[in-house]
């Protein structure tokens, strides 16, 4: 900013939150609160079996079920039967090789997973429509399923996509220096094998689609719980063979998109539209909870063999990682999750030396794309694993460790020389790691804790343990975002973006943003997101890039509509622009405040009636402008904990959680630790409950929330806080993402506290996730026999 | 899932096997079993309700074909069941022993389960299906005496 009216800047305050008021009051619109008129319901039928040929399907008996309006299998689409886009194609790294496999909206010849969607019923109500599909005769030839990551490679194993000669996606190194050669000199080198099962999102709105269809304007307007209404809409727009004009996409309230929501043309999703368009009625989907953990995307199955190499100090002289990736039955997402796994190991280490290479695998379960986090989370695993049992080896305290490794604050920008997900080198834009470090060792009382509090809990028979990790987060990638602002004549300004939102607090960070250039309160900003009508560019929520990319779009653009503020109000008060000041909602000669002139007039003045426009003049106080960074920024941070565990239950309590995060400039400081607490929350979901389990034959055995086991409020600590800023060079507010952050080093966290919780009675712990039942049967109880 | 197990009839082995041929008698192995005819050479087909857990009276079309007869010592079942819950397939290995006037069952069954009886049943399937193994090779007892 170039001049700041106000003494206090609307940019770090946290005022509440625009959004509350409709939330709280039940007056949100979510797709499910779309009823209109001769509206109908759609429910799905889905494979019960994880792989098979799809002999037939027998929709006469459903489609003669009173109230059933339609039945289609994958036949009666047509020409509309396409399998959807590759949304992510592979970065161009010198050593990748791809094959790419992406979902159909109905199976028309092999069923790939369970839950998969063979037909789709429409009715007058849900009930109906429910019934109908007890009526529908699949009948599928069954094959063995390939149920596990390993499986997919293994010899004879059934081959899932028959073009391919074998169930290998992808297979992708990268690297910088020569491992061998700095390992070949090391003190010690660890090896280690390294397992992280798969979780479900778990929003607490499923997906949902509801379309209309409006002939007489030839218009199409779709409700979708997306986080990428734009692409949505421009998609949709060209299968369906309409001008993008012509369709509307909203993204209304939608509660929590956590990833899963940024996969893009679900069969659901591309279905719905159509059948509104063909039954010219309008028609609505709400996914319910169970088909949800079959139907909605998934994440974090890898398995890794990982080594480190150290010199006799800790010093890490190189990593060498190979990992397997599940990718499920499709890849549509491409690399992104394994490659982020790849780029976030390294950490905020200084790792001369790399090798990593990674095999994405198909297998017969849920399509895998990112979740909070995307596959950051493995590298952090791997790396702090690493590092803790190199401390333990040298004799090394493990905070200490990671000091010595960490990269100087003077070394940024700094290339890791590897390809992000990005498509851009890996270039860290800044960091400055060892301040957050002391900040959280200080917050945790680490060394009161070793010396004092441990012992003591010791000598009362208690099992506590204090862990402490690092990790960064590469944030805000591009392409672009854009906004575009306007001053109304009631002197409120009004705000349109492309971004979706999700329950991020856009509608305050952005007016924030917004607000702060234009004098006014982030109360007199309203935010418009998610409604292809109102902004007709952008790409989504994802990435940790809401603030970063369309933050910055927002507020250039109000940037903007303050030149022609000054401009109009220079005219108006007879003054010059350089003597003016902006402030409490209207524009005043400096130190003369009644020479004061309203926003609202300014906006009446700015769109002048006949006669009073000069030639070349742009009506209105608006402006649109767009963000587009060169690369991605990379935020940090610190996470500490205390945690206590009962030996015979096997139940943790976490009595302390430290989290010193760095997202660069803080807009508001209050979304900001809101988004860390609810990704700890996530993060300590996928530590010690949340785990899909399959068996062998790729058949989900936990698909409800009666068997998976999701964090509750009881679960969750008081988290700590505290910020470093390190503003990022790259957009000019200086932010970093915060998005996924507090979800990515949760596991290596509680691996960490438990092994110094139990000294000695657990083994090297090198999987995620735990669970009571698992942790059960890893702490040793033959000591005390 | 496997179901592995014995148990004790209160009968020869010759009336234990040639009785799990008599449909009426299979039928009762089968707890929850409302039909099962012979439709051919060791194949039934009929009908079941089963409830699971959260999967209440789910009803299923099964089929149970009869295959490496050795009279009186073993034999193995085929057996599948579809309903809209999902599905129940796999095979049953059942060896008896002669015990004079008693005969020791040694049964294995190796079930694959799919669809929502799966996803939201699994947790209780192994001790329904325990359980509904025993309670219905009971009946079976009684209507050999």
């Known amino acids: 900013m170039t001049e700041s009216e106000s003494t206090e800047s609307l940019i770090g305050a946290s005022p509440l939150r625009n959004e509350d008021h409709r939330l709280l009051t039940g007056a949100a619109l979510f797709v499910d609160d779309v ?95 429910e019934d109908a599909v007890a009526l529908v005769e699949v009948d599928i030839d069954p094959l063995p399923p390939v149920a596990t990551t390993e499986g997919a490679l293994a010899a004879g194993a059934s081959r899932i996509h028959d073009q391919f000669d074998s169930n290998e996606a992808a297979h992708v190194v990268q690297e910088k220096g ?40 030839n218009e199409l307007t779709i409700w979708d719980t997306t986080q990428a209404p734009i692409p949505i809409r421009n998609g949709l727009a060209s299968m369906l063979g309409l001008p993008e ?95 982020n796994s790849q780029c976030t190991l390294l950490g905020p ?14 297998t017969n379960k849920p399509i895998v794309t990112p979740v909070r986090g995307a596959g950051r989370q493995h590298g952090v695993f791997v790396m702090e694993r690493l590092l803790d049992i190199a401390a333990s080896e040298l004799g090394i305290d493990r905070a200490e460790i990671r000091r010595r490794n960490f990269l100087p604050p003077d070394s940024f920008p700094h290339d890791h020389e590897i390809l992000y997900q990005d498509f851009a080198p890996l270039i860290y834009d800044s960091g400055n790691y060892e301040p957050a470090l002391d900040r959280a060792l200080e917050m945790i009382e680490y060394d009161r804790f070793k010396s004092e509090l441990q012992p003591a809990y010791q000598a009362e028979g208690r099992t506590v343990g204090i862990g402490v990790v690092s990790y960064v987060e590469g944030t805000g990638v591009g392409p672009y975002e854009g906004a575009r602002v306007t001053v109304q004549t009631d002197g409120r300004v009004c705000v349109a973006t492309g971004v979706g939102t999700q329950g991020q607090g856009h509608f305050t960070s952005f007016a924030q943003l917004v607000a702060e250039p234009l004098g006014l309160t982030a109360a007199d900003v309203d935010v418009i997101t998610g409604d292809t009508a109102r902004f007709n560019w952008g790409t989504g929520t994802f990435a940790s890039r809401g603030a970063v990319v369309a933050g910055n779009a927002c507020h250039a653009a109000a940037m903007a509509v303050r030149e022609k503020v000054l401009k109009t109000a220079a005219n108006a008060l007879g003054a010059n622009e350089v003597d003016l000041e902006i402030k409490n909602g209207g524009v005043h000669v400096r130190d003369v405040p009644d020479r004061f002139v309203s926003l609202a007039d300014l906006a009446s003045l700015a769109n002048p009636l006949r006669g009073a426009v000069r030639p070349g003049t742009e009506p209105g106080l608006e402006a649109t402008a767009y963000f587009g960074p060169e690369r991605g920024c990379t935020a940090s941070g610190i996470h500490a904990m205390v945690l206590e565990v009962d030996r015979e239950t096997a ?79 790259l957009n000019p507010l200086g932010v970093k993402g915060v998005g996924e952050a507090g979800a990515i080093p949760v596991g290596a966290l509680f691996a960490q506290a438990l092994e110094d919780a139990l000294a000695g009675d657990v083994p090297e712990i090198l999987e995620m996730p735990l669970s009571p039942n698992r942790l059960f049967e890893l702490i040793r109880r033959d000591k005390d026999a | 899932m496997i179901i592995e197990s014995e148990f004790l009839f209160a009968a020869d082995r010759t009336t234990v096997y040639a009785g799990l041929q ?46 490496d007869l050795v009279e009186p010592e073993s034999f193995s079942m085929i057996v599948g069941g579809k309903g809209k819950v999902g599905f129940v397939e796999g095979k049953a290995d059942v060896r008896l022993e002669d015990r004079g006037a008693e005969c020791l069952m040694i049964y294995r069954a190796d079930l694959g389960v799919g669809g929502k009886v799966a996803s939201v049943g699994q947790r209780l399937l192994d001790s ?18």
């Not at chain 1, 940024?262 to 028609?283: D, N, T």
């Not at chain 1, 508001?668 to 630790?673: A, S, Y």
Request: glycine share 8%; with cysteine.
């Open chain 1, 35 to 129: 009823h209109l008129d001769g509206m109908l319901h759609v429910t799905f039928v889905r494979s019960d079996y994880a792989h098979g040929h799809l002999r037939g399907v027998d929709l006469s008996a459903a489609r003669a079920h009173p109230g059933v309006i339609a039945a289609y299998a994958a036949d009666d689409l047509g020409d509309y039967w396409a399998p959807g886009p590759l949304l992510v194609p592979p970065p161009p790294i010198e050593r990748c090789e791809f094959r790419s496999a992406t979902q159909v909206p109905l199976v028309k010849h092999k069923v790939r997973h369970v839950g998969e969607a063979i037909a789709m019923i429409v009715a007058t109500s849900r009930y109906v429509a």
């Open chain 1, 178 to 217: 020569d491992y061998e050669a700095a390992a070949a000199g090391a003190a010690l080198r660890i090896r280690r094998r390294i397992i992280m099962d798969r979780g479900a999102s778990a929003p607490m709105e499923n997906r949902g689609v509801v379309a209309n269809w409006d002939e007489r304007c």
């Open chain 1, 245 to 339: 004009t012509q369709v509307r996409v909203i993204a209304p309230f939608i509660g929590g998109g956590f990833g899963p929501k940024i996969m893009m043309f679900y069969p659901e999703e591309v279905l719905i539209p159509w059948a509104a368009m063909q039954l010219k009625q309008p028609v609505k989907w709400i996914e319910d909870r169970q088909e949800s953990f079959f139907a909605t995307t998934q994440e974090r199955e890898q398995i890794h063999e990982a080594e480190l190499a150290v010199d006799a100090e800790g010093r890490i002289l190189g990593v060498k990682d190979s990992f397997l990736c599940d990718t499920g039955a499709y890849n549509p997402y491409g690399l992104t999750v394994p490659i």
């Open chain 1, 349 to 362: 280490y200084a790792v001369p030396n790399y090798w990593s290479e990674f095999r994405l695998v198909f």
């Open chain 1, 651 to 729: 139940q943790l309590e976490i009595l302390r959680y430290v989290v010193v995060h760095d997202c660069g400039t803080v807009i508001n400081p209050m979304i900001v630790e809101g988004q860390i607490h609810g990704g700890v929350a996530h993060g300590i979901g996928n530590a010690f409950y949340e785990q899909l389990v399959f068996d062998e034959n790729a058949q989900l055995m936990n698909a409800s929330f009666m068997d998976y086991l999701l964090p509750t409020a009881t679960d969750v600590p008081h988290i700590e806080t505290a910020h470093v800023t390190t503003p990022s060079p």
């Open chain 2, 22 to 67: 008599d449909p009426e008698i299979l039928a009762k192995a089968l707890p929850g079993t409302e039909r099962l005819e012979l439709i051919g050479d060791g194949q039934y087909i009929g009908e079941m309700v089963v409830s699971v857990g959260p999967v209440t009276a789910a009803r299923f079309e099964v089929s149970v074909e009869l295959i």
């Open chain 2, 128 to 145: 329904v299906g325990k359980a509904m193994a025993k309670r219905g090779l009971k009946a079976v007892d009684q209507m050999l005496q």
